[in-house]
């Protein structure tokens, strides 16, 4: 049913398909905008006055979205042009709290002054470069198929890698999940999810017409072969492996459902998701049983005011925070998010939802769900399966990212320690995403495009067709 | 792959709804009990950003706030520490408040009602709101005295100014700095508190105030007044044999050192009050009868309830008395009777007062932060405790323990001091607490002290007595007289 030729959204080939590149350039502006009207309404109220980088940190971050923005108008211009400005609107507020508790740490105890933002932003930059380099590189994202094994090695020699390594050299509060060299921390898990996502992809096309055979029918589903059950069951070791070994609930709980949902979208057999959902259950209660780390989570996400003074601090305050923000929050430089361990990273929601209030934090989720909405359109509109999946793998990543560490700041979901996209501190995470974006932006690209039949050839992973029309 | 993909997408949409729904209930059902809740310092901090009032004492700030440059702006500092500690209390981060930071703290902090009227014109002028300032009644030189006196030992003082009721001293040791315990440095603030608790007196009770003790022989003065009110003068000859046996008892009441009241077993009640007869006043208590005796505790406030100054006082009160044997024990301070040293300032400024008790404070007056003053203590008269007559004989008798009797130490020369003693046992093993109350002068009272010595053993004339001297000296030098 998904045919191209079949897909009415796919415009037909010579119409004139408007490119959006404006409608970009505005609402890129009005986020820049908003951005600096922010970073000196943080400094009036906190210092008083504008601090003398403004007018370079104006410049610098106009520059980075100017850049971006020339950058998809010379190499991706049919591309969505909503995903650029909602990461540049999720940036930028970023920047701002990192900022904010900049300050805040330094009126604290002025002789540490703990300046990230400044790093933040030289990691943006980095990231731009990188979104750069991603679409000069990835003419079409049909290529990267081709690599899939090679990246699947990759992803998952970084996903490996902290659990290799000594504790001195990658072990933070507990999780075995950074690589730290030389003054840098960095978290391969967050270039490792591209990675997979890609090689999911790929995968997933090449064998999903197998996948999607049934063996039998229980109950009106259509259950796959026994043997078919090996993919599965390798993401689900692969998974209880770097809880094991990383003590990372949230990488864990991310790889495992990205491969199910991009599982079920390529096979169309919801038997695959129930089977998943059981494994996870499985798998769920046995960490309980045997982690201590994990039912300590679950514990103090039952009731973190039991835990208030110990292992449920952070979540109380966190709660704290969001509680006596209230409505409207206490203005940019109003609060005291400084409360909130970690607050720069983790749980950066909690800082955004005490100072713009409901209304901030309710818009940073809609932004977030623009973003990922418009990645399930391209993967929608998108012509080839490839495209699709990994359009959809990438998006439902971001989505699934944001559900399970704004569920976990919230109280909805156990803490995972997971980083909220473009919006937390961190350089790691931040490069990825940029890079995670790009590869939307891409594909967007490829899906607007007016259809030139026969511009390229179909790519291939080994031998199999990429393209199978549908039973 | 579209029919999924449009699946996918909605289930997004639903896990990011129940994310909203979530942030709704947090952030505006429960956001009230959330703000409020006693683990959440944001509100604490909102109050660090204003400029606390000042706790005043005779002109100089006993308790302030200081402007600092991190992240709760305004600090609290003591700068007399340890001296006022159980006046003024503590302003912690970590413990919350005590003492007047706790009894005033509406008015210190700017949200008394009496101060809308200027914030809501702070509003306007866009002034920082800043907390009125408490002007207290204590004098400097009497709160010295009273704490050098108590240098060493565990115990309290409180002065009273007879015809008014202010305090004009309220001392209690060990004391401690609430400096450490004010700072902005959580984990300084825990030590030292552990340290305080860990202490074998807690430093943080102020025992003039918070905490009753037996009183023993400062009663007989209670007893002295029922038998006056009753009929009896100070010349009253009254029993008084070297041992009192007990009703229904095997045992008997003992005098002090075991030794006789007089040779004929027998003597008048001001002679019993100035060598503190044991066996005289448990003799006449029981002839007196236990109705006699509880009427008098009550009119002279002991009464077992608390009351504020605005601080709270824990209350006096004689307790249950179950029979003539508890009667005669009750009558000379001992058995369930126990007291605070306030409430025996109390006591030693109502027969000053001529048996009117004035209702004791520490507040004299509240101002906004501009300093005028927005509300002043007037006197007022609380109880009718005696008659002005027997306040007069009972004056008499007290000067005959000052000059003649067991409070000798008490005595300042060229001023007429009136005064009781009592020395109370606690249990076998443990030294006895000793008290002295008195006022000076006798003939014009200007001030009423009582001193409690805990646990110091001795008796209250050697002990608490020479105490009493000092602090009402101080004071009498300072207005002029003496």
Known sequence: MAGPSTDPRAPAAGTAVPKRRGTEAALLGFAVLITVVAQSIVDLTITGSLRPEMAAFSAWITALWVVAHLAVRKWAPYADPLLLPAVALLVGLGLTVIHRLDLASEQVDSTVTREDAP????????????????????????????????????????????????????????????????????????????????????????????????????????????????????????????????????????????????????????????????????????????????????????????????????????????????????????????????????????????????????????????????????????????????????????????????????????????????????????????????????????????????????????????????? | MNAPLRRVAISVLVLFTLLIVNVNYIQVVRAEKLRNDRGNTRVLAEEYDRERGSIVVAGKEIALSVPTDDRLT?????????????????????????????????????????????????????????????????????????????????????ALDPSTGAIL??????????????????????????????????????????DNFPPGSLFKVIVSAAALEDGYTPETVIPAPQELPLPNSSRVIPNFNGSACSSSGEQSLIDALTISCNTAFAQLGMDLGEDRVREMAEAFGMDGETFDIPLQVEGSSIGEVEDEAALAQTSIGQRDVRMTPLQAALIAATVANDGVQMRPYLVDQVQAPDLTVIDSTQPEEWRDAVSADVANQLTEMMKSVVDNGSGRAARIPGVEVAGKTGTAQVSADVPDHTWFMGFAPADDPKIAVAVFVANGGGTGGERSAPIARQVMEAYLDGQGEG
């Open chain 1, 119 to 471: 790093v933040q932003l030289v990691w943006a930059t980095l990231g731009v470069a990188l979104f750069v380099g991603v679409l000069v590189i990835v003419r079409d994202h049909r290529t990267l198929s081709r690599y899939a094994y090679t990246l699947a090695l990759i992803g998952m020699a970084l996903l490996a890698l902290p659990a290799l390594l000594p504790s001195s050299l990658s072990e933070v509060n507990g999780a075995k999940i950074w690589i730290r060299v030389a003054g840098f921390s960095i978290q391969p898990g967050e270039f490792a999810k591209i990675c997979l996502v890609v090689f999911f992809a790929a995968y997933l096309v090449d064998k999903r017409d197998v996948l999607a055979l049934a063996s039998r029918k229980v109950a009106g589903l259509e259950l796959p072969r026994g043997r078919d059950l090996g993919p599965v069951l390798l993401a689900w070791v692969l998974s209880i492996l770097v809880l094991v070994f990383e003590r990372d609930l949230g990488s864990s709980l991310l790889l495992f459902g990205i491969f199910l949902v991009m599982l079920y979208v390529a096979t169309e057999r919801s038997s695959w998701l129930l089977i998943g959902v059981g494994l996870f259950a499985v798998g769920a209660l046995v960490a309980y049983q045997l982690f201590g780390h994990v039912q300590q989570r679950v514990d103090t996400w039952l009731d973190p005011f039991a835990y208030r003074d110990g292992a449920g601090y952070q979540l109380v305050q966190s709660l704290f925070g969001l509680g006596t923000g209230g409505l409207f929050g206490a203005g940019l430089g109003g609060g005291r998010p400084d409360q909130v361990p970690v607050a720069k990273s983790d749980f950066i929601a909690a800082a955004v939802g005490e100072e713009l209030g409901l209304f901030g934090l309710v818009a940073v989720i809609v932004l977030y769900l623009v973003l990922v909405e418009r990645g399930l359109r391209t993967s929608l509109i998108v012509r080839d399966a490839f495209g699709k999946l990994l359009a959809a793998g990438l998006a439902f990543a971001v989505a699934w990212q944001v559900f399970v560490v704004l569920g976990g700041v919230t109280g909805l979901l156990p803490l995972t320690g997971l980083t909220t996209p473009f919006l937390a501190y961190g350089g790691s995470s931040l490069v990825a995403n940029f890079v995670l974006v790009a590869l939307l932006v891409r594909i967007s690209d490829a899906a607007r495009r007016p259809a030139t039949p026969h511009a390229t050839p179909p790519p291939r992973l080994g031998e199999a067709p990429t393209e199978v029309v549908q039973q």
């Open chain 2, 169 to 210: 001293g309220m001392a209690s040791t060990p004391s401690y700095d609430p400096n450490q315990l004010s700072s902005h440095d959580p984990q300084a603030i825990r030590a030292y508190w552990d340290q305080l608790s860990a202490a074998d007196r807690d430093p943080r009770l102020n025992r003039a105030i918070s």
């Open chain 2, 74 to 158: 305004y600090l609290r500092q003591y700068p007399d520490g340890e001296l006022y500690a159980g006046v003024t209390g503590y302003y912690s981060v970590v413990y919350g408040n005590a003492g007047l930071e706790r009894a005033e703290n509406d008015l210190l902090a700017g949200s008394d009602p009496r101060l809308v009227f200027r914030r809501l014109a702070d509003l306007f002028t866009g002034r920082d709101p800043a907390g009125g300032n408490v002007e207290l009644t204590l004098d400097p030189a009497v709160q010295q005295a009273a704490m050098s006196g108590l240098e060493g030992v565990t115990g309290a003082v409180v």
